[in-house]
């Protein structure tokens, strides 16, 4: 049971909905149906809705004194965002060095990131996966892969 | 036409036929398996190799294809959390707990054997009543389609989640996520904030891999649980108790009449089919609380009716010429390459090949069983590799499977988004198959709705002067209420038991 989370993650979500309603509202209005922004509107004002009985629902749960059950600390979050911001890097990196350079490079990194410290491995699972994918995509299935600059 | 029949399935039985069976189910499992690689790419692989065939063994290639890549979906789905192909997705909310439990080899064979019973079904309705069964598709119109979408939409509630509020407000998540891009009735672009990457709105395939796979692979990094090891000795357990079987077998009928006749409207296909034969089955188990645990019904039920969605396709295709999906459009190509004409003339011109076609559909089911089952020997032994070596390449994978779909890295990134946004939903408590139902009902509740306003000039009551439409509102009005009673009914036990 987490409450306090989702308080704040109705009251997130709320304005979200909100955000959304408002530019649904600058769409065109049509003569007949629902024009563009008839369909949004309905499901915001839904979502709102459901977002604010969420954090009624949630607020009386704290005020009986429900505490949330710790489902992240600042730790984990801190790991998360680590790889989330690498794999990040490794996708912006692809356009310019190609997806034969940045994969082993990143996937030794992203190896290195969930605990894996046999270095003979990494270096081979790092150097055969990429190469094996290449030759997979590029002449069996005939998809593109990012080049980059260098080839 | 008996004589026909009993023709074309003697000539099933030619080398190149059954050659082409196991060229086409065997690359259809391989590219189903890898996320990205849709039926729809498979069969564009095959084009340079029909030009050298048959009629006949070329027509079977294709569909071996799309049968293959059917089941294919689910090994990645059931092994990684990562749906092969859309219409893996809802193979994921049990195939994966239940793999964790050390029985993927089961897993994989109760997928494998429900995708041949399901396409087993769709195959012998193609054989015996294709023609009345094209009628259907021609009968869907904007109401109907909408009144469709809108019962998908009221199973929205019950997905996998125990919160309903939590279900509700991810299943609507999807719904909006879904009006980014152009609207295809008014024109007007939404929500794109000037990309015009958004204008064509979110891939399905690039939001399904963020909020399964990638959000997985995220949440498991901090998450030390003791790797299961995955020990099959012998086939024979993997077999299904008695018991077992008596407990799939009519769910996965219910499956396949569900997957057949979506598999039929042009429009819908398997990725719509999975979502619904899960919500119906489950709606009506016995066993609730075990669904979305790793429960055998919950991967059988979707696995039946996406297969049965092959067989149901065809019917369009074969008997009118109209192509109900990507992969269809592309076999429709195809087949005229090859000089055969679908369309009502179809059984007329060419009766000999198109039965032996519908008879090498039949025997593919089989040859997929027996690949699948030869599979679940060593697919499983995947997940003893080390996590700290499997979960980066399938990061990779992710990217690959995003990239595929447009050749553009933005996918992989619009992917990663999602994989953030599904992890926190993990963490607390939204459940992710509400707002994947929301993203593919989304676009086809909107469209058919406006459509149909339109060509009413407004008038609502269309939806309930056309018997389809209005059987498909009171069955949606009626789940509602069974879902909300079933609720009650449920608390009361619970307060009286306590």
């Not at chain 2, 993203?439 to 509740?445: N, V």
Request: aromatic fraction near 12%; charge should be positive; charged fraction near 10%.
């Amino acid at each position: 049971m987490t409450p306090k989370v989702d308080f704040f993650s109705g009251i997130g979500i709320f304005i979200v909905g909100a955000i959304f309603y408002f530019l649904a509202c600058q769409l065109p209005v049509a003569k007949v149906g629902l024009g563009a922004g008839g369909y949004p509107k309905f499901i915001t004002v839904i979502l709102c809705t459901l977002a604010i009985i969420l954090s009624i629902q949630s607020y009386f749960k704290m005020r009986k004194n429900l505490k949330d059950e710790r489902k992240t600390t600042a730790k984990e979050l801190l790991s998360v965002g680590a790889l989330a911001l690498s794999f990040f890097l490794y996708l912006v990196s692809m356009k310019y060095i190609g997806f034969l350079i940045s994969t082993p490079i990143f996937l030794l990194l992203f190896l290195y990131q969930y605990g894996e410290r046999n270095w003979i491995r990494m270096i081979l699972v790092s150097v055969i996966t990429p190469a094996l994918i290449y030759v997979l995509f590029q002449y069996v299935f005939k998809v593109i892969l990012p080049n980059g600059y260098f080839f | 036409m008996i004589e026909q029949i009993l023709h074309g399935l003697v000539n099933v039985f030619q080398p190149m036929t059954i050659l082409m069976i196991f060229v086409g189910t065997v690359g259809g499992i391989i590219i189903g398996a890898i996320p990205g690689m849709s039926g729809s790419m498979g069969v564009i692989l095959l084009l340079p190799l029909i030009y050298t065939l048959d009629a006949v063994p070329a027509m079977v290639v294709l569909a071996a294809m799309f049968c293959g890549s059917m089941y294919g979906g689910s090994i990645s789905a059931i092994l990684l959390r990562t749906p092969g192909t859309p219409s893996a997705a809802a193979t994921v909310i049990d195939g994966y707990p239940l793999a964790q439990q050390g029985k993927a080899g089961k897993a994989l064979f109760i997928a494998v054997f429900a995708s041949t019973f399901g396409g087993l079904f769709s195959g012998i309705c193609l054989l015996f009543i294709a023609p009345p069964l094209a009628n259907i598709a021609l009968s869907f119109q904007a109401p109907e389609f909408f009144a469709l979408s809108l019962f998908g939409l009221t199973l929205m509630a019950s997905s996998s989640g125990k919160d309903m509020i939590k279900a509700l407000i991810s299943g609507f998540m999807g719904l909006l996520i879904s009006t980014v891009g152009i609207d295809l009735i008014t024109g007007n672009t939404r929500f794109n904030f000037g990309s015009v990457k958004l204008m064509s709105g979110f891939n399905l395939l690039t939001v399904l891999i963020g909020i399964f796979a990638l959000s997985q692979v995220l949440v498991d990094l901090n998450n030390k649980t003791k790797q299961v090891k995955q020990e099959i000795s012998s086939y024979g357990e993997l077999l299904p108790s008695r018991k077992e079987l008596k407990s799939i077998i009519g769910p996965m009928t219910i499956s396949s009449i569900i997957g057949t006749v979506i598999g039929i409207i042009p429009g819908s296909g398997g990725a719509i089919a999975c979502f619904f034969a899960y919500e119906v089955v489950r709606r009506f188990s016995k066993n609730k609380d075990e669904f979305g645990k790793g429960s055998i019904i919950g991967i059988a039920a979707p696995e039946a009716a996406n297969n049965g969605t092959t067989g149901g396709a065809l019917v369009p295709l074969l008997t009118l010429g109209i192509p109900g999906d990507t992969v269809t459009a592309v076999m429709l190509g195809a087949f005229m390459i090859i000089g055969i004409k679908p369309g009502p003339q179809l059984f007329t011109n060419y009766g000999a090949q198109v039965y032996t076609f519908f008879g090498a559909f039949i025997l593919m089911q089989f040859v997929m069983l027996f690949l699948g089952v030869v599979g679940t020997r060593f697919w499983p032994k995947l997940l003893n590799a080390p996590r700290s070596i499997l979960m980066p390449i399938i990061m990779i994978f992710c990217f690959l499977g995003a990239f595929t779909i447009s050749n553009s890295v933005v996918d992989g990134i619009i992917a990663l988004i999602f994989g953030i946004v599904g992890f926190f939903m993990q963490k607390y408590g939204y459940p992710g198959a509400p707002l994947i139902l929301g993203l593919i009902l989304g676009p086809m509740a909107e469209q058919n709705l406006n459509r149909a306003l339109l060509i009413s000039q407004g008038d609502w009551t269309v939806f309930f002067t056309r018997p389809i439409s209005c059987a498909f509102i009171i069955i949606s009005i009626l789940s509602i209420v069974l879902y909300f009673y079933n609720n009650y009914k449920e608390t009361k036990i619970k307060e009286k038991a306590a």
